[in-house]
């Protein structure tokens, strides 16, 4: 549509956990939802995986949120409610802007306690600066 938005993953194997067991079986035929991590590929662009994410979530539109990571610090969109939000479409709207991504990282960072990571510390006991630190997608 013209307009930015956050890079998104979608998670074909969150979504097989988390789509209703009443509509598990057509996310299964049309290859939105696997068991096993990596089962659904997503594509490189991401109008394709936006297109991806329309498809689930016309199945379900939670689950299909929840399904995805969200933002420069690809939060996933199941941690909605243990970060604060009140909704899971509370943290996708809040996505959609640059300090709103770097909101959901922060909330990210302190809740699953990796301030620390952030604070590594070479042999030399000096910090290591912020960028050669590594986590994973959340």
């Not at 498809?55 to 990571?69: G, H």
């Not at 409610?81 to 509370?90: A, P, R, T």
């Not at 990282?105 to 050669?132: C, N, Q, W």
Request: glycine share 10%.
């Amino acid at each position: 549509n013209g307009h930015p938005v956050p890079p998104i993953r979608f998670e074909g194997h969150y979504f097989h956990r988390l789509v209703p067991e009443s509509k598990l079986k057509e996310a299964v035929k049309q290859g939105l939802a696997h068991p096993k991590a990596g089962g659904i590929k997503n594509p490189t662009s991401y109008s394709a995986r936006y297109a991806l994410l329309a498809r689930a979530a016309k199945i379900d539109k939670k689950a299909a949120f929840e399904a995805t990571s969200w933002g420069l610090g690809q939060v996933m969109g199941d941690h909605w409610e243990k970060l604060g939000y009140d909704s899971v479409d509370d943290m996708v709207n809040k996505a959609q802007t640059v300090d709103g991504q770097i909101e959901i990282m922060a909330r990210y960072i302190k809740k699953f306690g990796l301030v620390d990571e952030l604070h590594t510390t070479r042999r030399s006991g000096r910090p290591e600066p912020a960028g050669r630190c590594s986590l994973t997608r959340g």
